[in-house]
């Protein structure tokens, strides 16, 4: 393997827009910023939640201690099923030269001692780790009393080889003994593929029109092909084999079952499936296992496919060659279809679905198809929220006052961070300002462009409210991070600990107590009025951690920050606190 200047430049071009952005020093800490944004899309205060490395650390306070063990970030996915957490150890080199050398072979003694600690969970074993490590710890080990996470330890660096294979053996030999725990690699070509989506599969395959009933139109540069097809054939040619999806002729579709549905057949989709959350999916689920299943070609919208080509020969029931081909709308149907073919593959005999199949080679029409033709199923994605009427509307009137927003993530990352107000972070802030939903603001933020959609960006939502909840909410993160600072150089950062947990509460307090006082809440003149506050918030929200503190400690069960704040006893106990003239 051939090291490449411009994977290179590209790596650093993007980290040095991190570094202006974040106002970092230095590359490596930049890094982490671009990795696990890439890998797990999180926002900037995930991030720096996330990193454990005592170097980062030590940035934000001259007089930080304690060692990380060789862990540099964790992040915890407890919306999987089961729960994932992720370990990170990464390793930045800023020589074009070193980039084809392997990876140090002794970060793999210390990523194993650091998990061989952790799962036997002894305190003492972290006595002298720095204190944002030992409070992830604390988060690990209390998710273990009521689940079985699983645990995956990721290995990240800008070089092009992971460790020799003979340490890469020894590794595997060790991590084999854990049970739900795996190890992987994000190298230099698997972060620039990321960026760059250069590797998109192309998916091509066959599938068969029933009878004559199909219909063709052309104009310009576009072709048209309607047709309706038998649904195990249209699950077919979405399937993970390439061989199976270019077999019209299949008769034994049981084999499906062996399979799984390809998902890059849906890249260019501005849907994402929802599983069986919504409503719709269950229907189309539950139609397909009925004993109406025969009638679903009059129940369905169809599904939509664009491609470079399609052709098929002009008689009866053709077989129709689809090359570079893409599921735009649909994706629910046949991803419903699929589970209900797993659970009963025999009402499928009489299954048909209306394909619309469009040829074109012009990447916007092929874009304006997929944005046109989603609309059947009502719970949509920030992806398809970015259009949306209401956010363009948002955008304009915000630049008149000076800031970029970002209907799409990243739309505006060559602009300052001072002068960028992300969607979805604007939409957390509104959920814990103004609906009064912290713990989904900060752990449940899919629903912001889903089922809590109209209630946050509401009509009522203007550029003031964003401008003014967003200043608020910046304000909470640069006094979290000032105590975190000030913590860690004094050595006190497991007494107020919470901190680090409770943003979207005290930023929920914070109208709250001045709205008794006549304070519009929702004119940015009154910023400097709210955020005055934030102590008297701050201390309201630290009452209701020590009612928590004290009553597990009367049941005998173990506090948790994460745990407490994710649940709904804050609410209960902050309503007890705040005057009864409030509202929370």
Partial sequence: MKASRQDFSLINTRLKQLMEIHDIEHFQNAFYYLVLELLFDLQDDEIDNAVTDSFYLSMASNNASGHDRGIDAIYIDDNSAPPIVHLLNFKYTSKFDNLLSHYPSREIDK????????????????ENANSALRDKINDIWKLMDSDTPSFRIHFCSNSYNAFEESEKKRIDSKICNYSNTSVEYHLMPDLVEIMTHKSKTIISGKIKAIDKKFFEKSEGDIRALILEVDAKDLLRIVCDDEGLRNDAALEDYEVLKTRKILEEAFEDNVRVYLTQRSKINKNIRKTALSESSHRFFYFNNGITITCRKFSYPNYRAPIVTLEDAQVVNGSQTIHALFEAFLKDSSKFDHIQVLCRIYETTNAVLSSEIAENTNSQN????????????????????????????ERKRGQHRDKKGGVRIDAEKAGQA??????????????????????????????????????????????????????????????????????MHASYYILALMPVLVEGDGVDIHSSDHVRTIEACYEKAARIVEKAVEKEVDRVKNTGETYSNRLFFKSARPKKYISQLIDDKYEF
């Fill in 111 to 126: 990523v194993l001692s650091f998990f061989h600690d952790l799962m036997s969970e002894g305190m003492d074993s972290f």
């Fill in 378 to 405: 009502p719970v949509k994605s920030r992806d398809i929220r970015s259009n949306d009427y209401v956010q363009k509307k948002l955008e304009v009137e915000l630049l008149s006052k000076g800031f970029y927003y």
């Fill in 430 to 499: 509104l959920m814990s300002f103004y609906n009064k939903l912290p713990a989904e603001a900060k752990d449940k933020k899919r629903l912001i462009f889903a089922e809590k959609y109209e209630d946050v960006f509401c009509d009522s939502i203007t550029s003031e409210e964003i401008v003014l909840s967003y200043t608020c909410y910046q304000f909470v993160e640069k006094m979290k991070k000032k105590w975190r600072r000030e913590a860690i150089s004094t050595g006190e950062f497991d007494q107020k600990s919470y901190l």
